[in-house]
């Protein structure tokens, strides 16, 4: 079935980093933009990142330019979030998605479970 | 930016109630709006797209209307399994996509 299995995530120092991964099954990864999404605890949602289906555009969130960075492998199915300089607002259950459209405007259809990071000292 | 604001931010209902959320976007958006549900500690589901299209596998009592600023989300016939927060989301101009609030509907 369609699944977006996350991992990586944990307990980080402030100005740290971290890999998340997510790994894609089900559907044809490589036809796909992809986002992350997260969530700081009791909050709501906040889009993060977003990758074009071949990783040629990529967009970001004002509040984590520049910190981090998202890629894929198409090759392997799976989503990449490399996130540096981490800081105590980054601390939430990272979320991928995956964009319904090939290309052009789309929702998220798929989410994957979420994987939970925390910024602490 | 486009801001979503949803109203109300919480509500409570009884089984069998009919459920209405709004979702105001701070400039039009055409009908490029989608719907989501969460339950706690899990990830968000898709409802609706495109304002009013149902996600495949989502029963009928939801439904979604509107186009340009102003939407709203109702369940027609509150059941136990819809307890949860909603989202709103714009998809029109980005990045970034943005998020209504969330509102929560809880039980009475």
């Known amino acids: 079935q369609v699944q977006l299995v996350e991992s990586g995530g944990g307990v980080v120092q402030p100005g740290g980093s971290l890999r998340l991964s997510c790994a894609a099954s089900?559907?044809?990864?490589?036809?796909?933009?992809m986002h992350w999404v997260r969530q700081a605890p009791g909050k709501g949602l906040e889009w993060v990142a977003f990758?074009?289906?071949?990783?040629?555009?990529?967009y970001y969130a004002d509040s984590v330019k520049g910190r981090f960075t998202i890629s894929r492998d198409n090759s392997k199915n799976t989503l990449y979030l490399q996130m540096n300089s981490l800081r105590a607002e980054d601390t939430a259950v990272y979320y991928c998605a995956k964009h319904a459209a090939g290309t052009g405007p789309g929702a998220f259809d798929i989410w994957g479970q979420g994987t939970m990071v925390t910024v602490s000292s | 930016a486009i801001r979503m604001t949803q109203s109300p931010s919480s509500l409570s209902a009884s089984t069998g109630d009919r459920v209405t959320i709004t979702c105001r976007a701070s400039q039009g958006i055409s009908s490029y709006l989608a719907w989501y549900q969460q339950k706690p500690g899990k990830a968000p589901k898709l409802l609706i797209y495109a304002a009013s299209t149902l996600q495949s596998g989502v029963p009928s009592r939801f439904s979604g209307s509107g186009s340009g600023t102003d939407f709203t989300l109702t369940i027609s016939c509150l059941q136990s399994e819809d307890f949860a927060t909603y989202y709103c989301q714009q998809y029109y101009s980005y990045p970034p996509w943005t998020f209504g609030q969330g509102t929560k509907v809880e039980i009475k």
């Open positions: 089900g559907f044809t990864f490589s036809s796909y933009g």
């Open positions: 990758i074009r289906y071949d990783g040629s555009n990529k």
